[in-house]
C-alpha cells in the first residue's frame, strides 16, 4: 500500500536530516547509537534522543461527527495526496530538503463559509508558529484541503487536550495536530483516514549514559520500567506519551514506575530536563527530533 511505501521513505529521510491528563504539571542513531544534533559547545549539556520506536501509531484527523460529508470529501483528499505525491512533497518541506511553507490563518466569521481546524501549535514539525503565520505538515495539508473545500481556513490554536473537544463541541469543524488514532478519541471525533506512521521515542541528557548500551526497543523499554518512583518522565499534556507513561488500558500502555510531569509543549519539557528538574522526556520521534535539535543549537 503506497501509505506504507510512504511512511518507510519518511523514516528514511528523517535518519538523514537527523533530523499524546493527570499528573503534575510544569508550564515553565540505529543500534546502540543515540541521535544528538547539537552544535553547543563543547562540555555543553544537550540532549539526544534514544532512536528506538516504543511504540507503533498512526496519525489522522478528527472531524465532526455531525459533519459525515466533510468526512467523506476529507478522506477522499487524504487518499489523493497520497497517491499523487502532494504528501509527500509537503513531507520532503520538513524532512528533507524541502522550504517549509507559511500558512494564514482567516479570522473567524461565522458569516463566511470557513473551514475551522483545531490544533496546538506546538508540536513541530506537524504544526508550529512564527510569528503570525502556521507551518508544520498539518498545516499545509489544512490549507490544500480548505483550498479543496473551496473555503476560507480558519485555524484555531489551543491546549493539545481541548483539540478534539473543541470538535466534539461544534466550536470546530476538524482536529488537525499529529493526533494518534485511539478509541478515547473515537469518542470525541470520527477519524479519517491514516495519512503518517508515528511512534514514541525516549529524550536523555546528553551526558546520561544508562541506555547507551541498549540494542533495541525492548532493552529501553526494560530499562525504563526499572525506574522509581523518585524519577521524573516530562511529558506533552494530552498526548500519547503521557498515556504511556501513566499506563492506560484503552490504549495497551502498562504505564511506567516514574513520576509523570506534564508541559503546554515538548519544548518546555525537553528545557526542564537540561535544567536538571526531571530525568526523561517521552514524545513522537518526529517532534523529538525538532525539539531537541532546536534547543541545542542555544546551549
Not at 500558512?103 to 463559509?113: F, G, H, I, R, T
Not at 513541530?124 to 473551496?150: C, H, N, Q, R, S
Not at 484503552?250 to 530525568?279: H, R
Amino acid at each position: 500500500m503506497k501509505k506504507k511505501l510512504l511512511s518507510v521513505l519518511l523514516a528514511a529521510v528523517c535518519v538523514v536530516s537527523m533530523a499524546a491528563c493527570g499528573g503534575k504539571s510544569n508550564d515553565t542513531a540505529a543500534d546502540t547509537e543515540s541521535s544528538d544534533t547539537s552544535d553547543a559547545a563543547d562540555g555543553a549539556v544537550t540532549a539526544k534522543v534514544i532512536d528506538f520506536d516504543l511504540t507503533n501509531e498512526e496519525y489522522a484527523f478528527g472531524v465532526d461527527k455531525e459533519q459525515p460529508e466533510l468526512l467523506e470529501k476529507a478522506n477522499a483528499f487524504i487518499d489523493r495526496i497520497q497517491e499523487d505525491g502532494t504528501l509527500e512533497a509537503i513531507c520532503e518541506n520538513y524532512f528533507g530538503a524541502g522550504e517549509p511553507k507559511a500558512v494564514k490563518s482567516a479570522e473567524l466569521d461565522e458569516s463566511k463559509d470557513q473551514l475551522v481546524v483545531a490544533t496546538n501549535a506546538a508540536f513541530e514539525p506537524f504544526e508550529f508558529t512564527k510569528g503570525e503565520d502556521y507551518y508544520g505538515v498539518d498545516m499545509e495539508i489544512a490549507e490544500l484541503l480548505a483550498e479543496e473545500l473551496g473555503k476560507e481556513l480558519v485555524i484555531q490554536n489551543m491546549d493539545f487536550d481541548a483539540v478534539c473537544l473543541s470538535v466534539s463541541q461544534q466550536k470546530c469543524d476538524i482536529a488537525m495536530a499529529g493526533l494518534t488514532v485511539n478509541e478515547e478519541r473515537e469518542e470525541y471525533v470520527t477519524f479519517t483516514h491514516s495519512y503518517y506512521e508515528a511512534s514514541q521515542r525516549l529524550i536523555v541528557r546528553s551526558d546520561d549514559t544508562a541506555f547507551d548500551d541498549c540494542a533495541d526497543a525492548d532493552a529501553v523499554a526494560a530499562k525504563l520500567a526499572e525506574l522509581k518512583d523518585t524519577d521524573s518522565i516530562g511529558v506533552q499534556a494530552g498526548t500519547t506519551g503521557q498515556y504511556y507513561v501513566e499506563g492506560d488500558e484503552d490504549w495497551g500502555f502498562d504505564g511506567l514506575p516514574a513520576e509523570c510531569v506534564t508541559y503546554k509543549s515538548g519544548s518546555l519539557a525537553v528545557q526542564d530536563m537540561l535544567n536538571g528538574n526531571i530525568n526523561y522526556v517521552i514524545i513522537d520521534a518526529a517532534p523529538a527530533a525538532s525539539i531537541t535539535e532546536a534547543i541545542n543549537e542555544v546551549q
